[in-house]
């Protein structure tokens, strides 16, 4: 098991949020791009933070977009759709829809929409 499944998302949170600031997006377009992957609303992804939810039991409360299968790229040097582990993979999927907000992809892309 990895080390970052047992990290809460609040810990890597802020980092999100300073990665698509600093590129000139919004906390609310942050909110929408994780939203999107994992069904939370504003609600349920403050009680996530709140709680110090590990990025395991996140997942495991998250509905998975069915579209995030569309998430394809390198993430860390690795392809993100190649990634095995289910649980590894989801995370990257949540690290490259950061990635592409922050490199200023419009929307609708970062969504697969």
């Known amino acids: 098991m990895s080390r970052i499944?047992?990290?809460?998302?609040?810990a890597v949170y802020p980092h999100y949020v300073t990665k698509v600031e600093r590129k000139g997006r919004t906390t609310a377009e942050l909110h929408e791009v994780i939203g999107w992957l994992t069904g939370f609303d504003d609600a349920a992804l403050s009680r996530h933070l709140a709680e110090e939810t590990t990025f395991e039991d996140f997942f495991a409360d998250a509905v998975l977009n069915p579209n995030a299968a569309l998430i394809t790229g390198v993430v860390c040097g690795i392809r993100v759709e190649n990634i095995e582990d289910p649980l590894m993979q989801q995370?990257?999927?949540?690290?490259?829809?950061?990635?592409?907000?922050a490199k200023g992809k419009p929307m609708a892309k970062v969504l697969r929409t």
């Open 5 to 10: 499944f047992k990290i809460p998302v609040a």
């Open 91 to 101: 995370i990257r999927y949540l690290d490259k829809l950061v990635d592409e907000l």
